[in-house]
């Protein structure tokens, strides 16, 4: 009897409970969206606002045809491509060198050394990212010429300032794989690995058998927000190269960016914006499937 | 374990390894403190000096003379805001979504994780036509409002972890006692996920802290955050090294702070919970 009372009293206080979170995020976050849809769909130049009029899927037609849109998309993934390879390698050795024993306290060191890329200010990155490779006062030259390497125009070249950005992205994201990955490798119990550690000297096959499975919740985690992140990557980008010279270093919202804010074209931009939120939502569909199973029970 | 030999080569090269990973991490840290300390001559030099004699000169100039102080000051008043709000409108609903089972809580877990993914400039463009309708460019107020789009769903995450961990009984004891469902969040539950509740926090105020898209398009001067700041350095021909640095270490080290108060905590907060 006192069951259906218990759950629609609880119905209503949940209501309460969540209403205050929910209709802010959709006033501040679902709203504009809608917003930029209607946008989407007009001649809406900010050089030229008494001329704003309908014109159907004209800017989604003009996004999807149009070169520098797919270069810029394909420019994001070639960065993922390089880059999240790097870092899941690199940081799975860190992992694995973190969590054999011994070296406690250079080792507690380390881990908060690696706190420090992730922590930095994106935007702090990309100045001294300015700083630090630049042709003439860069140390990195500096470091180069006593090995005999250089000088290189990091900045400069087309290639190069995109190898720049591969760099940076690594510099600042493998120490998130490493610690990632150690989260992983702590979750195995202890008598399982020592257990494997009798059987065979082979490190890989400890990795590729015992450890594998504990790492995989991680690695999938890792390659979903390592692209999400990716698509979003603008602050650092913007700040080092402001996504030149020419169009070398233009990622899709560096470029969306300067459609809207430099060009004055925010009829396109707002296009180009939705077409990228339907890439984001779809990789967030497989986010969730994958990653978050335990919440749909 | 095995032979004492082999484990001290070993144990050396594995020390040599770590060493070069902290160098790898701290330097560039490094590079931007001595160069902050530089005069703008010694800046320019070609190849970079090592050794010299420092100077504080950057930091007065900046602060004084180039309003970053200001800048960090908005930046302040901005991330504190919005913390503010975040966890005030995200705690109580993190306790819903932990408490209770409704229809639809499956799609709303789904929207909030979203939000964690999406650009910001999927939301600065719309958002920079609206509020400059009203008339609100340049105020903290709407930076304060659409930080909230990143920092509820981290809050909301966070802090729904923390009440899961939070057993039942309590509620249900309270509950027999005549508490109301407000009474028992409020006075026994919140108490104890008070740890979660800081650590979204902190997440809270450095995501804040560290943006630079919505502050570049919403604001021009009276509510332009640090980093901004820091870029609009970057316009005209002859940079200003030293000051540029200057900011920069004044932007990133309350965040390194609080990042490495935090450090335990960082890995589940930036994968909002997937790995623990």
Request: net charge positive; hydrophobic share 55%.
């Amino acid at each position: 009897m006192a069951e259906p009372v218990t759950r629609s009293s609880g119905r209503w206080a949940a209501a309460g409970f969540l209403a205050p979170a929910v209709v802010s995020l959709a006033v501040i976050g679902l709203a504009p969206l809608g917003f930029a849809v209607w946008t989407s769909l007009h001649d809406y130049n900010l050089t030229n606002l008494r001329n704003v009029r309908f014109i159907g899927l004209e800017n989604y037609t003009a996004s999807l045809t149009d070169p520098v849109f797919w270069d810029a998309l394909g420019r994001t993934f070639l960065l993922l491509g390089f880059a999240l390879p790097l870092q899941l390698g690199l940081g799975l050795l860190i992992a694995l060198l973190l969590h054999r024993p011994g070296l406690g306290f250079l080792k507690t060191l380390t881990r908060l050394g690696l706190v420090i890329p992730m922590a930095t200010t994106y935007a702090v990155v990309g100045l001294l990212g300015q700083v630090m490779f630049n042709l003439k006062y860069g140390v990195v030259n500096q470091l180069l010429g006593f090995v005999g390497i250089g000088p290189i125009d990091w900045l400069g070249n087309p290639d190069m300032a995109f190898a720049t950005i591969v760099f940076w992205d690594v510099w600042q994201w493998t120490p998130f794989c490493a610690l990632v990955f150690l989260a992983g490798l702590t979750t195995v119990p202890g008598e399982i690995e020592e257990a494997a550690r009798l059987e065979t000297k082979s490190g890989w096959t400890i990795v590729r058998y015992v450890q594998l499975p504990y790492l995989l919740p991680g690695l999938t985690a890792l390659l979903i927000l390592r692209t999400a992140d990716t698509l979003k990557l603008f602050d650092m980008v913007f700040t080092m190269t402001r996504g030149g010279p020419g169009s070398s270093t233009e990622l899709i919202s560096l470029m969306i960016q300067r459609i809207g804010f430099r060009a004055f074209d925010q009829g396109l931009a707002s296009a180009q914006a939705v077409l990228l939120l339907i890439i984001t939502i779809v990789l967030s569909r497989l986010y969730i499937r994958i990653v978050y199973r335990e919440v749909s029970t | 374990m095995s032979g004492r030999g082999s484990t001290g080569g070993s144990v050396a090269a594995q020390a040599l390894l770590l060493g070069l990973i902290i160098l790898l991490c701290v330097f560039p840290f490094y590079w931007m403190v001595t160069t902050s300390l530089k005069t703008q001559v010694l800046a320019l030099e070609s190849p970079p000096v090592w050794l010299f004699q420092p100077t504080l000169a950057n930091y007065a100039e900046v602060l004084f003379d180039d309003e970053v102080g200001r800048t960090l000051i908005n930046s302040l008043i901005v991330a504190v805001c919005t913390t503010a709000l975040a966890v005030s409108l995200g705690a109580p609903a993190a306790y819903a979504l932990a408490r209770f089972e409704f229809r639809g809580k499956r799609e709303l877990w789904f929207w909030f994780v979203t939000n964690r993914m999406v650009s910001p400039i999927v939301l600065a463009l719309p958002f920079f036509l609206i509020v400059r309708n009203l008339g609100l460019l340049d105020t903290h107020v709407v930076l304060i409002l659409i930080y909230l789009t990143f920092n509820l769903p981290i809050v909301i995450w966070i802090c729904t972890d923390q009440f899961r961990s939070i057993p039942r009984d309590l509620d249900e004891a309270a509950r027999l006692e005549g508490a109301s469902q407000w009474r028992i969040f409020r006075s026994i539950c919140l108490p104890l996920a008070m740890p979660g509740v800081a650590v979204s926090a902190i997440f809270s105020f450095i995501f804040s802290w560290n943006e630079l898209m919505f502050a570049l398009v919403l604001t021009r001067t009276d509510a332009k955050t640090a980093p901004a700041m820091a870029v609009s350095f970057m316009e005209g021909y002859d940079l200003p090294y030293g000051k540029i640095m200057a900011t920069s270490t004044l932007i990133v080290i309350p965040v390194l702070v609080f990042a490495l108060i935090a450090s335990r905590q960082l890995v589940r907060g930036l994968t909002m919970g997937a790995v623990k």
